[in-house]
């Protein structure tokens, strides 16, 4: 992915067409449109040498090869039909050919915390869901970088975002509906975003999906420059498509991560890696929605999650919206703290409970018969002296133990420890730099908790789908 050094802008994707109508049939207008379009999106730069072979349109037909190739589209030379319609679709502002030589470098933020500033709000959307688009839009990048982004209101931020149209104070005035939908400044150049009040801005697909379009200018204000992949979010034209099914590509993800490294990729990560003794500021286990906040251990029960925090838990139950907090000793009298791990196996009704080289088996809130039992029944080498985390996956009929930097994985079937295991954590769950403190797998995601982060996998193939704080779950914001 190349790396943005100038401004760019967004439009619809454009797919490539069987070659009919040559130049000879395009008219004027159109050429003119083309002309102005290549000129702007694909200038010539200081470091590239002048072109000087034309068309019978006037453009030369190096250049319509190069936007061609950018584009996806079949490379003719030639301002044929199909590529006449890839111009006319709307799309980010800003060049596809960057000229590198004022950008030297790769720019990015020298910091990891950035702001951001909503200065006005366009009339085709209520507030809260423009609003609510821009904060997603800003998690899109922040799942897969150690970035965070804070709005802020009255007082100057790192980015500011607004709605303006025509002229409007920098060198690139829009052009009315259709055409250029927004720009986002480098963060050389503050990063700042433009989104065309002209456009009809809307929070589904029955105009200009403003989640979608904030998502690729935001990869601009970080630094990202088009990308000329196809299924990539940078690549300059907007697609619309149902914005709960926006997932970023790899070359966006190896590009901003090439800038700012992956989740966990932090000097406070790196220095408990470093010194795995180190103590971490002392977080109030009461306060749920503390930012630094951590849990013990996590699971499901009856429906409920339970997160166990030092002597008590947090109850979530979907049917009410309150979080009730309780003793762990007040449902299960025979432990009172320091729950290591917990999980249900929900096709027994089962939860098993963990603290140290013990672990308890209940139904409900009865412990079974025989319980406390040692954790090497289950199969692990008596150098394991504790269980760090532990979930069950219910397709599977699998259990997952974490301890260490190391995993194993239980048959509960063949009540055994499956072969090939342990494995390290890091092998197959990526992005996970630090100890695991819960495991959870819910609606076919895989939950990691690991300090006040917690990292989503597909439980399937082990993707890494994205990063937020661990007491989310609590409504914490």
């Known amino acids: 992915m190349n790396l943005l050094l100038t401004l760019a802008l967004f439009?619809?994707?454009?797919?490539?067409?069987?070659?009919?109508?040559?130049?000879?049939?395009?008219?004027?207008?159109?050429?003119?449109?083309?002309?102005?379009?290549?000129?702007?999106?694909?200038?010539?730069?200081d470091s590239t040498p002048v072109i000087k072979s034309k068309a019978k349109n006037g453009i030369a037909p190096e250049k319509i090869r190069q936007m061609q190739d950018f584009l996806g589209l079949k490379v003719t030379g030639k301002l044929d039909v199909s590529t006449l319609d890839a111009i006319k679709k709307p799309r980010c502002g800003i060049a596809d050919v960057g000229e590198y030589n004022i950008f030297p470098g790769s720019p990015k933020w020298a910091k990891k915390e950035l702001t951001y500033r909503i200065l006005n709000?366009?009339?085709?959307?209520?507030?809260?869901?423009?609003?609510?688009?821009?904060?997603?839009?800003?998690?899109?990048?922040?799942?897969?970088?150690?970035?965070?982004?804070?709005?802020?209101?009255?007082?100057?931020?790192?980015?500011?975002?607004?709605?303006v149209n025509g002229t409007h104070g920098?060198?690139?005035?829009?052009?009315?509906?259709?055409?250029?939908?927004?720009?986002?400044?480098?963060?050389?150049?503050?990063?700042?975003?433009?989104?065309?009040?002209?456009?009809?801005?809307?929070?589904?697909?029955k105009g200009s999906n403003l989640f979608l379009v904030a998502a690729h200018e935001f990869g601009h204000s970080l630094?990202?420059?088009?990308?000329?992949?196809?299924?990539?979010?940078?690549?300059?034209?907007?697609?619309?498509?149902?914005?709960?099914?926006?997932?970023?590509?790899?070359?966006?993800?190896?590009?901003i991560q090439s800038l700012y490294g992956a989740p966990g990729d932090d000097d406070d990560n790196d220095s408990l890696l470093e010194n795995p003794t180190a103590t971490p500021t002392e977080v109030p286990s009461t306060e749920p929605c503390h930012p630094d906040q951590t849990f013990d251990a996590v699971t499901s029960l009856r429906g409920e999650t339970i997160f166990f925090k030092d002597s008590f838990f947090w109850r979530k139950n979907p049917l009410r919206s309150a979080i009730e907090k309780d003793p762990i000793s007040a449902f299960w009298p025979a432990l009172s703290s320091g729950i290591d791990a917990a999980y249900e196996n929900r096709d027994k009704d089962i939860v098993f409970l963990f603290k140290g080289q013990k672990y308890w088996s209940s139904r409900g809130n009865i412990i079974e018969h025989g319980f406390p039992r040692n954790i090497q029944s289950l199969g692990f080498p008596h150098t394991v002296k504790k269980v760090d985390a532990?979930?069950?996956?219910?397709?599977?009929?699998?259990?997952?133990?974490?301890?260490?930097?190391?995993?194993?994985?239980?048959?509960?079937?063949?009540?055994?420890?499956?072969?090939?295991?342990?494995?390290?954590?890091?092998?197959?769950?990526?992005?996970?730099?630090?100890?695991?403190?819960?495991?959870?797998?819910?609606?076919?995601?895989?939950?990691?908790?690991?300090?006040?982060?917690?990292?989503?996998?597909?439980?399937?193939?082990?993707?890494?789908?994205?990063?937020?704080?661990?007491?989310?779950?609590l409504g914490c914001q």
């Not at 259709?178 to 801005?201: K, M, Y």
């Open 11 to 45: 439009g619809t994707l454009a797919w490539a067409l069987p070659i009919g109508q040559e130049t000879e049939r395009i008219s004027k207008k159109d050429r003119e449109l083309a002309e102005k379009y290549i000129q702007h999106y694909y200038p010539e730069s």
């Open 170 to 205: 920098d060198a690139f005035p829009f052009d009315g509906p259709g055409g250029t939908l927004a720009h986002a400044f480098s963060p050389a150049f503050g990063g700042d975003a433009h989104f065309d009040e002209d456009e009809f801005w809307a929070k589904d697909l």
């Open 390 to 473: 532990a979930t069950y996956d219910s397709n599977s009929k699998k259990t997952y133990f974490f301890s260490g930097d190391r995993y194993w994985r239980y048959d509960d079937e063949k009540n055994s420890m499956e072969q090939g295991y342990p494995r390290k954590i890091t092998a197959d769950f990526h992005n996970i730099r630090s100890k695991v403190d819960a495991a959870f797998i819910d609606n076919g995601h895989f939950y990691l908790f690991s300090g006040p982060k917690q990292y989503e996998f597909d439980s399937a193939t082990k993707r890494f789908l994205g990063i937020k704080k661990s007491n989310s779950w």
């Open 121 to 163: 709000y366009t009339p085709d959307m209520e507030s809260r869901y423009v609003d609510y688009a821009i904060e997603k839009a800003w998690k899109v990048w922040s799942d897969v970088t150690p970035l965070t982004f804070t709005r802020v209101y009255g007082k100057p931020a790192d980015i500011e975002i607004s709605f």
């Open 223 to 255: 630094g990202l420059q088009h990308s000329n992949d196809l299924g990539a979010l940078m690549f300059p034209i907007y697609e619309p498509m149902d914005p709960k099914a926006l997932r970023l590509h790899r070359d966006d993800i190896a590009g």
